[in-house]
Nanobody
Framework: QVQLIESGGGLVQAGGSLRLSCAAS????????MGWFRQAPGKEREFVAA????????YYADSVKGRFTISRDNAKNTVYLQMNSLKPEDTAVYYC????????????????WGQGTQVTVSS
C-alpha cells in the first residue's frame, strides 16, 4: 500500500508561484509513474502533468505547458509541481497520483491518490 500526502497549496495572486510537494510512503515509489491532476468546483478531475519512473520524461497539459514543471526525487520519495505565472483559472484542488502506466493523462490509470491540496489564485 502506498500513501500520498500533498502539501504546498495556498492563496497567491495572479502571476505568482507555488511549489507543491507529494510525499509517498512505502518502498514502491520508485516503481510508480507519478502525475498531478486538479479539480475545480463543479468540474471533473483533469490532468496537469506526469513524470516517468526515472524522471527523464515529463508530460504536460497544454494549459500549463511552459508555466508548470514536474520533477521527482526518488531518494526522498517525493514528486514536485513548480507552478509559475499562475492564473485565476488554475484555482483548484490539486491531487497527486501514482500508477503503473508511464506518462498517462487518464485518471483511471492511477492506482494511488493523495487527499489533495487547495490552490487559489486571486486576480
Amino acid at each position: 500500500q502506498v500513501q500520498l500526502i500533498e502539501s504546498g497549496g495556498g492563496l497567491v495572486q495572479a502571476g505568482g508561484s507555488l511549489r507543491l510537494s507529494c510525499a509517498a510512503s512505502g518502498r514502491t515509489f520508485r516503481r510508480l509513474s507519478m502525475g498531478w491532476f486538479r479539480q475545480a468546483p463543479g468540474k471533473e478531475r483533469e490532468f496537469v502533468a506526469a513524470i516517468n519512473l526515472s524522471g527523464g520524461s515529463t508530460y504536460y497539459a497544454d494549459s500549463v505547458k511552459g508555466r508548470f514543471t514536474i520533477s521527482r526525487d526518488n531518494a526522498k520519495n517525493t514528486v514536485y509541481l513548480q507552478m509559475n505565472s499562475l492564473k485565476p483559472e488554475d484555482t483548484a484542488v490539486y491531487y497527486c497520483g501514482g500508477g503503473y502506466l508511464s506518462g498517462s493523462s487518464v485518471v483511471d490509470h492511477y492506482t494511488y491518490w493523495g487527499q489533495g491540496t487547495q490552490v487559489t489564485v486571486s486576480s
